[in-house]
C-alpha cells in the first residue's frame, strides 16, 4: 500500500479479509481509493464499504480491474457501446492462470478461507471477468456453478503439509435478459488451466459480428462481420498500441500488462481531476460493480452446494 498524510489517494492491495476496515478507514480519511478486487471477504463487508462510499460522496473510490485496458479490449467495448454485433447470440469470459498445477506451491492466503474468503478463486479473480459484462449491463439473471478443488493439499513452509481451503477452479453458465434480448453467458475463472500464464479473454457474438481478445495474443483482435447470406470468416487484425490515454510510443510497438496497469491508473487520476468530464468515458470498475460480482459469486456458492440453477435479483 502506498500511502503518506501529503497524499490525497490511496492504492491498496491486501488479503480479502483485510478489504472492509482498511477500505471503510481509507474512505472516512478523505482518501480517493483505487482498491484491489473484489471490495469485501463476503456480501456483508462489501455491503460495509459501499456504505461509507455512500457516506463520503466526495470521495472517488474504484476497483483495480486492468485488462479492459489493453487496446483489443478497449476497442471491443466501443463497438458494443455502438451495437455493432446486432443480437447477442452468446458472450464467454474468463481469466485463467496454471502456477497452482504445481503441487509444491507452497499455501499462501489465497488457499485459506479465513484471509481469502469461501469465493476462493472467484473472489481472487472473477471482478477481472465479470467487469467489461456488468459494464455492458449483461447482468445474470441466474447461475449454474460448477466448483472444483484439485490440489487438497500444500506445503506449508515448515516439512509438513496443510488442507487448500479454497476453490481452485470456477465456471458459471448464466442467463441473462436485458430490457431488449436474453442470451447465454459463460464465466469461468481458474487457477489451474494448464498450458495459460495470466490469460484473460472476453469472446461476443452477435448476429451482425463477431469479436474476441485474449491477453494470449495481446497484439490480436479477432474480428467477423457480416450480412446476411454473405460470407462467413473470421479476420485477424493487429491491435496498435493505442488504449484509453494517448502514449509517446508508437502505434506500431506492442502493448503489455504494465501498460494496461498506467492506463488504469491514468483513467482513475483522470476522474479524481476532471469527474463526468474525463477525457475518455471509460472508468475504472465501480465499487456498485463489484458489489454485482458479489451476487453472482454468493449465487455460485448457492448453486454449487445444492446442484440447481440459483436467480438473481439485481433489487435493493
Excluded at 7 to 33: N, S, T
Excluded at 141 to 166: F, W, Y
Excluded at 202 to 227: C, D, H
Amino acid at each position: 500500500m502506498l500511502a503518506a498524510p501529503e497524499v490525497e489517494a490511496v492504492y491498496c492491495a491486501v488479503p480479502h479479509d483485510l478489504h472492509r476496515q482498511l477500505y471503510v478507514d481509507i474512505i472516512r480519511a478523505g482518501k480517493h481509493l483505487l482498491g484491489e478486487k473484489p471490495f469485501g471477504i463476503d456480501r456483508e463487508a462489501n455491503r460495509a464499504i459501499l456504505q461509507a462510499v455512500r457516506e463520503h460522496p466526495d470521495v472517488l473510490v474504484r476497483c483495480s480491474s486492468e485488462f479492459p485496458f489493453f487496446p483489443g479490449a478497449y476497442q471491443l467495448t466501443q463497438w458494443v457501446a455502438e451495437k455493432r454485433f446486432g443480437k447477442i447470440i452468446e458472450v464467454e469470459a474468463g481469466f485463467w492462470h496454471s502456477s497452482d498445477l504445481d503441487p509444491d506451491k507452497p499455501i499462501n492466503w489465497k488457499r485459506r478461507v479465513a484471509t481469502n474468503g469461501e469465493y476462493g478463486c472467484m473472489g481472487d479473480l472473477g471482478m477481472h471477468v465479470l467487469h467489461l459484462p456488468l459494464r455492458f449491463g449483461w447482468k445474470p439473471r441466474n447461475v449454474r456453478a460448477l466448483l472444483s478443488k484439485i490440489v487438497d493439499a500444500r506445503p506449508d513452509g515448515k516439512g509438513g503439509m496443510v488442507p487448500c481451503e479454497t476453490w481452485d477452479n470456477a465456471i458459471l453458465a448464466c442467463d441473462v435478459k436485458t430490457a431488449d434480448q436474453q442470451f447465454p453467458m459463460m464465466l469461468s475463472m481458474k487457477r489451474i488451466a494448464p498450458g495459460h500464464s495470466n490469460t484473460w479473454f472476453i469472446r461476443v457474438y452477435g448476429t451482425e459480428g463477431s469479436a474476441e481478445f485474449t491477453t494470449k495474443q495481446p497484439k490480436q483482435l479477432l474480428t467477423m462481420s457480416y450480412t446476411p447470406g454473405g460470407e462467413q470468416a473470421w479476420r485477424v487484425i493487429d491491435a496498435p498500441y493505442r488504449s484509453a490515454y494517448p502514449t509517446i510510443t508508437g502505434a506500431i510497438f506492442e502493448f503489455g500488462f504494465s501498460d494496461s496497469i498506467l492506463q488504469m491508473c491514468a483513467a482513475f487520476c483522470d476522474e479524481v481531476a476532471n469527474g463526468q468530464n474525463m477525457r475518455q468515458p471509460f472508468t475504472c470498475a465501480t465499487p456498485e460493480e463489484t458489489e454485482g460480482s458479489h451476487r453472482v459469486f454468493a449465487a455460485a456458492l448457492e448453486s454449487h452446494a445444492t446442484g440447481q440453477t440459483v436467480s438473481l435479483s439485481w433489487e435493493g
